[in-house]
């Protein structure tokens, strides 16, 4: 059986690069969900309970796939291990460019449920590149540099859910317009390319020479990990912040569409919604700043920096102007002045990005126009390091469970599914606005669980834990 020692840094640089490519167009593609809620519910007349459908399959697939992925371990060992990282990240690659192109036969039925297919054999490929691909990030080099590279191609991952809505929105409500109304071809052509460049990626994975690692550790047998409170509240943890996430980013197209709130078509609300998610790709650069070595004052500065760069960067894909953007500024500044208070510390900082989103949900959900939108938009930036942090706190201390730990904790993304699901029928009950209330009430579990674990969890931030299946 082969060592799991990491490679040299030499040696992993062209892995890397794959590595940060594959994780773009996982975010990219992760991110279409949100243009095809508003899209499909238009062409299929849905409520939107029915809307979200679509991250109900999407999401449902993490639980199912990371389920049978579970159940396999448990009685026949670790497939992974047995296959090796790139035989399984290329098998995750390929499936997902199935789910690509079954687009292509549901946009010509016009079938809703196999839409839904669709969504749901895309969202198997991407459960088993979220089983190997994190895993396979952390082994590309030193132990002690595992959080920076993780980190480096998770912001890739931010960064592709950035231009999402932007190139997407634009493929799909602009580019096949025919005598104004949206065509087939407006979801058959943009997946049929995302295939194509799937199964170009699946081809370089294959020829570029990836080091291969396997474990030597022994799979532990029953649910030991369940007796460690933390992983308990953990586990939750992960349901509700997915959830709450991929709650508020689905409907925050149908929410700008509002009257008293902007009253603001498709095609310019896809700019906005690319400010939520880019939220999450400078929080993440700026999370990493901030849990580096590096001394206060140099953070402080290099955050900064890093703000402005990706500010400037977000800015230039984004069709809006600087008077439209530049409310977002506060937002980053605060979130700079939370990372201060946080201290690396992944408790606190939890905490404190979690009671600052539970703010600014019950301003957007008290207010009209602008004061309505602008607070939602800054989420993401709070939403950045929640999923590192829960996961970290939660698999802490948990020893030879770590392994069976991190599976339950990836079956939890089943929050995507659920959570908006549940939100969709809020909205067509009590409305858009008041909806938010259920993101609310996740984030104060979080809370809750951050509190926790500042009491009863104690996590070096000098030494990465790895974040595997």
């Keep these: 059986m082969e060592s799991s020692t990491p490679v040299k840094k030499n040696n992993s640089i062209i892995p890397l690069i794959t590595m940060t490519l594959l994780f773009f167009m996982w975010g990219f593609i992760t991110c279409m969900n949100d243009i095809l809620i508003p899209h499909l519910k238009e062409m299929f007349s849905l409520t939107f309970l029915q809307s979200m459908l679509v991250q109900f399959a999407f999401f449902g697939a993490y639980f199912i796939g990371?389920?049978?992925?579970?159940?396999?371990?448990?009685?026949?060992?670790?497939?992974?291990?047995?296959?090796?990282?790139?035989?399984?990240?290329?098998?995750?690659?390929?499936?997902?460019?199935?789910?690509?192109?079954?687009?292509?036969?549901?946009?010509?039925?016009?079938?809703?449920?196999?839409?839904?297919?669709?969504?749901?054999?895309?969202?198997?490929?991407?459960?088993?590149?979220?089983?190997?691909?994190?895993?396979?990030?952390?082994?590309?080099?030193?132990?002690?540099?595992?959080?920076?590279?993780?980190?480096?191609?998770?912001?890739?991952?931010?960064?592709?859910?950035?231009?999402?809505?932007?190139?997407?929105?634009?493929?799909?409500?602009?580019?096949?317009?025919?005598?104004?109304?949206?065509?087939?071809?407006?979801?058959?052509?943009?997946?049929?390319?995302?295939?194509?460049?799937?199964?170009?990626?699946?081809?370089?994975?294959?020829?570029?020479?990836?080091?291969?690692?396997?474990?030597?550790?022994?799979?532990?047998?029953?649910?030991?990990?369940?007796?460690?409170?933390?992983?308990?509240?953990?586990?939750?943890?992960?349901?509700?912040?997915?959830?709450?996430?991929?709650g508020i980013g689905s409907l925050l197209i149908s929410f700008m569409a509002q009257e008293d709130i902007m009253n603001l078509p498709e095609v310019v609300s896809k700019n906005y919604l690319a400010l939520y998610w880019g939220g999450a790709m400078i929080g993440r650069f700026l999370g990493a700043i901030s849990l580096s070595s590096l001394a206060q004052s140099k953070k402080l500065i290099y955050m900064i920096l890093a703000a402005a760069a990706v500010y400037g960067l977000v800015f230039s894909i984004v069709d809006l102007t600087f008077a439209q953007t530049s409310f977002f500024i506060i937002f980053i500044v605060l979130n700079i002045i939370a990372f201060v208070i946080g201290k690396s510390a992944p408790a606190r900082t939890l905490v404190l990005f979690a009671g600052v989103n539970i703010a600014l949900l019950l301003i957007s959900v008290f207010s009209k126009g602008s004061m309505a939108l602008y607070p939602i938009l800054g989420i993401g930036l709070f939403n950045s390091i929640m999923f590192s942090n829960i996961y970290t706190l939660a698999i802490s201390g948990l020893g030879k469970y770590v392994s069976q730990g991190s599976s339950l904790l990836v079956m939890a993304i089943l929050g995507g599914a659920l959570v908006p699901l549940i939100q969709g029928g809020l909205a067509d009950s009590i409305g858009i606005q008041n909806s938010f209330f259920l993101p609310v009430a996740c984030y104060a579990y979080i809370l809750f669980f951050g509190l926790y674990c500042m009491k009863r969890i104690k996590v070096s931030v000098d030494k990465p834990v790895r974040t595997n299946h």
Excluded at 100 to 119: I, K, Q, T
Excluded at 130 to 136: F, G, H, L, R, V
Aim: proline fraction near 4%.
């Design 66 to 246: 990371s389920l049978i992925y579970f159940m396999i371990s448990y009685y026949n060992g670790d497939p992974i291990n047995k296959v090796g990282y790139k035989k399984g990240i290329i098998s995750g690659v390929i499936l997902s460019a199935v789910g690509c192109c079954l687009f292509y036969p549901a946009a010509s039925l016009s079938v809703y449920g196999v839409f839904l297919a669709a969504l749901f054999v895309l969202g198997l490929g991407f459960t088993i590149l979220q089983i190997t691909a994190n895993a396979y990030v952390t082994l590309l080099g030193p132990e002690e540099s595992a959080s920076s590279r993780l980190n480096l191609t998770q912001a890739f991952n931010s960064f592709g859910t950035t231009i999402a809505p932007v190139l997407g929105g634009h493929l799909i409500y602009t580019l096949f317009l025919v005598d104004g109304k949206v065509t087939a071809d407006s979801t058959r052509i943009p997946y049929l390319i995302f295939a194509g460049i799937l199964i170009a990626l699946a081809l370089i994975i294959s020829r570029v020479k990836l080091p291969s690692f396997s474990s030597e550790e022994s799979d532990e047998r029953g649910l030991g990990a369940l007796k460690f409170p933390q992983l308990k509240m953990g586990i939750f943890g992960i349901f509700c912040y997915v959830g709450a996430e991929v």
